[in-house]
């Protein structure tokens, strides 16, 4: 809501902090005044007599009063006078000028009780100024109000756009990412009142389109098929290409560069945003030339895409430091009293929120929010033409919290003032927004693998494989099913020896004989690095009897996809079922993962470097809870319950997505879909279409995977996805 449309009772709540905030900066100003004058006797506050305490804080807060309204009305109009004096002698004027202003301060003090020497002056001038500018600014750490009408006076854009300026202006458009916000959430989060300004949106004509994820349901796959317009061969989060001996994981720089250049190689067009674009807090750049916190370009530099609204740029400013610093301790000590709360309760499910997780939590909630939001804002403030920013918090939070429930409400709530603070500002953009949400896939809750059945999917398919298990595999309390799975697994290898030191630290392991077992959510990988090609149902079983019937057979799985010799490919599930993939339907083993299962199952079977076993979990299909094989108590990255379930938020005068009674399936459609609504936004300069895949021989060549920031932190951890 723009300030020219507020209501009464928001002037007055506005008005009210305001005045607030005037008083504490006052009071805060007197006691400072106060120290100082006990510290210097140079100051003077008291007439010659003495006076009483009482007395002597009246007359600090009379000179403190004094002081800042001279500041106030005075200061800026000296600054102004001396514009074009040049900058070292204009910092050494600001001292003895701000002295002058107490001096006369002091003087305007009734009974001529203040005094101070002029070169004490200037030290307690400065002080005092110091003290008031950080209370000011530590008071507005969450005032939105007050950070947007800063932000409006550096561009110097006071008061909204006028339409009639731009009425023939071309519109640009900003993409906002609610990274794992899935439909169901959404839908929810706007009927329960946590977002107001969708649910505006919403009731003024905006149109909400679900959309079906493919199978690997993370934000690696979806992000690059949005972005980039190509996702192939992505099967997962993590991946074992036996090819070049690579583990490929979405969000570590070295992978996602190269996922980057091959969907450029792939498709022979740059990206979504190519033409004019910005790309915040992404883990691809989509072809952008202003860029911040890009996993896959982090440290381009040069004249041309140097941003400087990333990190450096945002804290080189002292206030924003102060306002996120204090809103990153109320995150810590929020995380710190929810996870206490869930522990006291004896919530279930619930996995282990300590060590460092509180600050990676602040971080990813905090952090990235301001730093990526304040881009945006500057993005549209410059009038770019497109913008595409990742808002990740409600995503680290569900992980931990569970997709649902008070602790990921008050996050939905924070990316709902962040949503409406970046429309506020495109009302003062030289040119108007188009303002679209949508996010790259969903979460499903559900208790881990590990803690339902007493061992990790590693530990499963090493017993399978005859391998040394570690020794924490334990029985479980979850019920006698996930009991005798534990022990029937177990069982299935026979003379199974214990492993007595664990294996080498690391996800590899340390002989090529043995598998490798990678988790994605609810989807697991296994792969047999020594055999060089993908191994079939019939060399499995060869190797190791047992895998493959322990792995379908178990409750906590819901089907396994292998290759087959005599039968192309084949699913896997309980009780011997066994389908051929193109005979596939959204039936049988894939009943409880709904419809689109069999057609993502399929796609992800063509892929070069799918794994020699896919996994993925149960599902159960009225609560559309799974078992994570990490330790996440809301996941996503395979199939199941909402997590496949995206949303995409339009205004109304863009085109729909897809004509009435269609469905919206897979991230490669909903680039095409962003693409199109740039063409009908900013006319024939964006590409119409992406050019035809190239051959080899065309493909333009590979650049250098660059350094990484300290500042990207975040996309190198492994739970991120």
Same mark, same amino acid.
């Given at each position: 809501?723009?300030?020219?449309?507020?209501?009464?009772?928001?002037?007055?709540?506005?008005?009210?902090?305001?005045?607030?905030?005037?008083?504490?900066?006052?009071?805060?100003?007197?006691?400072?005044?106060?120290?100082?004058?006990?510290?210097?006797?140079?100051?003077?506050?008291?007439?010659?007599?003495?006076?009483?305490?009482?007395?002597?804080?009246? +007359?600090?807060?009379?000179?403190?009063?004094?002081?800042?309204?001279?500041?106030?009305?005075?200061?800026?109009?000296?600054?102004?006078?001396?514009?074009?004096?040049?900058?070292?002698?204009?910092?050494?004027?600001?001292?003895?000028?701000?002295?002058?202003?107490?001096?006369?301060?002091?003087?305007?003090?009734?009974?001529?009780?203040?005094?101070?020497?002029?070169?004490?002056?200037?030290?307690?001038?400065?002080?005092?100024?110091?003290?008031?500018?950080?209370?000011? +600014?530590?008071?507005?750490?969450?005032?939105?109000?007050?950070?947007?009408?800063?932000?409006?006076?550096?561009?110097?854009?006071?008061?909204?756009?006028?339409?009639?300026?731009?009425?023939?202006?071309?519109?640009?458009?900003?993409?906002?990412?609610?990274?794992?916000?899935?439909?169901?959430?959404?839908?929810?989060?706007?009927?329960?009142?946590?977002?107001?300004?969708?649910?505006?949106?919403?009731?003024?004509?905006?149109?909400?389109?679900?959309?079906?994820?493919?199978?690997?349901?993370?934000?690696?796959?979806?992000?690059?098929?949005?972005?980039?317009?190509?996702?192939?061969?992505?099967?997962?989060?993590?991946?074992?290409?036996?090819?070049?001996?690579?583990?490929?994981?979405?969000?570590?720089?070295?992978?996602?560069?190269?996922?980057?250049?091959?969907?450029?190689?792939?498709?022979?067009?740059?990206?979504?945003?190519?033409?004019?674009?910005?790309?915040?807090?992404?883990?691809?750049?989509?072809?952008?030339?202003?860029?911040?916190?890009?996993?896959?370009?982090?440290?381009?530099?040069?004249?041309?895409?140097?941003?400087?609204?990333?990190?450096?740029?945002?804290?080189?400013?002292?206030?924003?430091?102060?306002?996120?610093?204090?809103?990153?301790?109320?995150?810590?000590?929020?995380?710190?009293?929810?996870?206490?709360?869930?522990?006291?309760?004896?919530?279930?499910?619930?996995?282990?929120?300590?060590?460092?997780?509180?600050?990676?939590?602040?971080?990813?909630?905090?952090?990235?929010?301001?730093?990526?939001?304040?881009?945006?804002?500057?993005?549209?403030?410059?009038?770019?033409? !497109?913008?595409?920013?990742?808002?990740?918090?409600?995503?680290?939070?569900?992980?931990?919290?569970?997709?649902?429930?008070?602790?990921?409400?008050?996050?939905?709530?924070?990316?709902?003032?962040?949503?409406?603070?970046?429309?506020?500002?495109?009302?003062?953009?030289?040119?108007?927004?188009?303002?679209?949400?949508?996010?790259?896939?969903?979460?499903?809750?559900?208790?881990?693998?590990?803690?339902?059945?007493?061992?990790?999917?590693?530990?499963?398919?090493?017993?399978?494989?005859?391998?040394?298990?570690?020794?924490?595999?334990?029985?479980?309390?979850?019920?006698?099913?996930?009991?005798?799975?534990?022990?029937?697994?177990?069982?299935?290898?026979?003379?199974?020896?214990?492993?007595?030191?664990?294996?080498?630290?690391?996800?590899?392991?340390?002989?090529?004989?043995?598998?490798?077992?990678?988790?994605?959510?609810?989807?697991?990988?296994?792969?047999?690095?020594?055999?060089?090609?993908?191994?079939?149902?019939?060399?499995?079983?060869?190797?190791?009897?047992?895998?493959?019937?322990?792995?379908?057979?178990?409750?906590?799985?819901?089907? #396994?996809? #292998?290759?087959?010799?005599?039968?192309?490919?084949?699913?896997?599930?309980?009780?011997?079922?066994?389908?051929?993939?193109?005979?596939?339907?959204?039936?049988?083993?894939?009943?409880?993962?709904?419809?689109?299962?069999?057609?993502?199952?399929?796609?992800?079977?063509?892929?070069?470097?799918? !794994?020699?076993?896919?996994?993925?979990?149960?599902?159960?299909?009225?609560?559309?809870?799974?078992?994570?094989?990490?330790?996440?108590?809301?996941?996503?990255?395979?199939?199941?319950?909402?997590?496949?379930?995206?949303?995409?938020?339009?205004?109304?005068?863009?085109?729909?997505?897809?004509?009435?009674?269609?469905?919206?399936?897979?991230?490669?459609?909903?680039?095409?879909?962003?693409?199109?609504?740039?063409?009908?936004?900013?006319?024939?300069?964006?590409?119409?279409?992406?050019?035809?895949?190239?051959?080899?021989?065309?493909?333009?060549?590979?650049?250098?995977?660059?350094?990484?920031?300290?500042?990207?932190?975040?996309?190198?951890?492994?739970?991120?996805?």
């Amino acid at each position: 809501m723009g300030d020219g449309r507020w209501g009464g009772a928001d002037r007055w709540r506005s008005a009210g902090r305001a005045l607030a905030r005037v008083v504490v900066v006052w009071a805060a100003s007197t006691l400072t005044l106060l120290l100082l004058a006990g510290l210097l006797p140079d100051v003077q506050l008291q007439s010659p007599d003495g006076d009483s305490l009482t007395r002597t804080a009246l +007359t600090a807060a009379w000179a403190a009063g004094a002081f800042g309204l001279l500041g106030a009305l005075v200061w800026p109009l000296i600054v102004r006078a001396l514009l074009l004096v040049p900058a070292l002698v204009l910092g050494l004027l600001v001292f003895f000028l701000n002295g002058s202003l107490l001096l006369v301060a002091l003087r305007l003090i009734p009974d001529g009780r203040g005094a101070a020497d002029p070169e004490t002056a200037v030290v307690v001038a400065a002080v005092m100024s110091a003290v008031a500018s950080a209370t000011a +600014t530590a008071l507005a750490v969450r005032d939105d109000d007050a950070y947007r009408r800063r932000l409006y006076r550096l561009t110097g854009r006071t008061r909204p756009r006028d339409p009639g300026d731009t009425a023939h202006a071309v519109p640009g458009t900003v993409f906002l990412q609610l990274d794992g916000v899935g439909h169901h959430v959404l839908r929810t989060a706007v009927d329960n009142d946590l977002m107001p300004t969708v649910a505006g949106w919403l009731g003024s004509g905006h149109l909400l389109t679900p959309w079906r994820t493919d199978w690997s349901s993370q934000t690696g796959a979806s992000q690059l098929g949005i972005l980039h317009g190509s996702n192939e061969d992505v099967p997962a989060f993590r991946w074992y290409e036996k090819d070049t001996g690579r583990l490929m994981v979405s969000n570590r720089p070295a992978s996602a560069v190269e996922l980057q250049r091959r969907a450029v190689q792939r498709t022979g067009d740059g990206g979504l945003l190519t033409f004019d674009g910005a790309s915040r807090g992404n883990l691809f750049s989509g072809g952008a030339d202003q860029l911040a916190l890009v996993l896959s370009m982090a440290a381009r530099r040069g004249r041309r895409n140097r941003s400087r609204a990333g990190y450096f740029a945002y804290f080189s400013d002292p206030a924003n430091a102060v306002r996120t610093a204090g809103s990153l301790v109320a995150e810590c000590l929020r995380e710190m009293g929810q996870s206490t709360r869930a522990l006291l309760r004896r919530e279930t499910p619930r996995v282990s929120r300590g060590g460092t997780y509180p600050f990676v939590r602040a971080f990813a909630t905090v952090v990235e929010r301001d730093v990526v939001v304040s881009a945006v804002m500057g993005d549209v403030l410059a009038g770019r033409t !497109a913008v595409y920013a990742d808002l990740v918090a409600y995503d680290e939070v569900a992980h931990h919290s569970g997709p649902h429930g008070r602790d990921v409400d008050q996050v939905l709530k924070r990316l709902d003032r962040a949503i409406g603070l970046i429309a506020t500002v495109a009302e003062h953009a030289p040119r108007p927004y188009r303002i679209v949400l949508l996010s790259d896939h969903g979460q499903s809750p559900g208790e881990t693998f590990e803690s339902a059945y007493g061992l990790t999917l590693k530990d499963l398919v090493r017993a399978g494989c005859g391998l040394p298990v570690s020794r924490r595999v334990r029985r479980t309390r979850s019920g006698s099913e996930a009991r005798d799975a534990a022990r029937d697994a177990l069982r299935s290898a026979l003379h199974r020896p214990v492993d007595e030191g664990g294996e080498a630290a690391g996800e590899l392991p340390a002989r090529s004989s043995e598998p490798v077992v990678l988790a994605s959510g609810n989807l697991g990988l296994v792969s047999f690095p020594d055999v060089p090609h993908r191994m079939t149902r019939e060399e499995i079983d060869r190797r190791h009897p047992a895998l493959l019937r322990t792995l379908a057979n178990h409750p906590g799985i819901g089907f #396994v996809l #292998v290759a087959s010799a005599e039968h192309g490919s084949v699913v896997l599930a309980r009780g011997g079922a066994e389908v051929p993939v193109a005979a596939l339907a959204d039936d049988g083993p894939l009943a409880a993962f709904g419809p689109g299962a069999a057609r993502a199952v399929r796609r992800t079977d063509g892929f070069p470097h799918v !794994a020699d076993i896919m996994v993925n979990s149960m599902c159960d299909p009225e609560t559309g809870s799974v078992h994570a094989f990490e330790e996440q108590i809301g996941s996503h990255g395979g199939l199941g319950g909402e997590q496949s379930h995206a949303f995409l938020l339009s205004p109304p005068d863009l085109s729909p997505p897809v004509e009435s009674g269609e469905e919206l399936v897979g991230a490669e459609q909903v680039h095409r879909v962003l693409r199109r609504w740039l063409r009908e936004s900013s006319g024939p300069q964006v590409p119409l279409d992406p050019t035809p895949p190239r051959g080899p021989a065309e493909a333009p060549p590979a650049t250098d995977p660059p350094s990484v920031l300290p500042a990207d932190e975040r996309f190198a951890r492994d739970d991120s996805h």
